[in-house]
Nanobody, 114 residues
Framework: VQLVESGGGLVHPGESLRLSCVASGIDVSTSWMYWYRQAPGQGREYVAEITTAGSPHYADSVQGRFTISRDNAQHTLYLQLDNLHPDDSAVYSC?????????WGQGTQVTVSS
C-alpha cells in the first residue's frame, strides 16, 4: 500500500489549495480515509475523515473551510482548503487504517503567509 500526497504550497491568507492523495494497493471506497496535519513543534492533529458511505467529518478548526472528498475511479482522496489562515500551515498527510494495518503518506507542506 502506498499513499502519495501532492498539492501543497505557499499561499496568502484567504487563498485556497487542493490537496490530493493517490492510493495504490488499497481501495479508497472501502476504507475510512483521513487527513491529518502537523505543524513544527506540535503533535499530529486530526483534520477530516470520509467514511465508506461517503460521509465527511471535520475538526472544529476547519469546519466550513475545508472539504474532504474522494474519486473512487482515480483512487484519490482530496482535501479542498479554502479561506486559509496562517495557523493552517503544516504538513498535511493522508491516512487509512484497515485493521490491523496502518498506512500514512509522506505528507505535503502547506504554508500560509502574508
Amino acid at each position: 500500500v502506498q499513499l502519495v500526497e501532492s498539492g501543497g504550497g505557499l499561499v496568502h491568507p484567504g487563498e485556497s489549495l487542493r490537496l490530493s492523495c493517490v492510493a495504490s494497493g488499497i481501495d479508497v471506497s472501502t476504507s475510512w480515509m483521513y487527513w491529518y496535519r502537523q505543524a513544527p513543534g506540535q503533535g499530529r492533529e486530526y483534520v477530516a475523515e470520509i467514511t465508506t458511505a461517503g460521509s465527511p467529518h471535520y475538526a472544529d478548526s476547519v469546519q466550513g473551510r475545508f472539504t474532504i472528498s474522494r474519486d473512487n475511479a482515480q483512487h484519490t482522496l482530496y482535501l479542498q482548503l479554502d479561506n486559509l489562515h496562517p495557523d493552517d500551515s503544516a504538513v498535511y498527510s493522508c491516512h487509512t487504517d484497515p485493521h490491523p494495518a496502518d498506512y500514512w503518506g509522506q505528507g505535503t507542506q502547506v504554508t500560509v503567509s502574508s
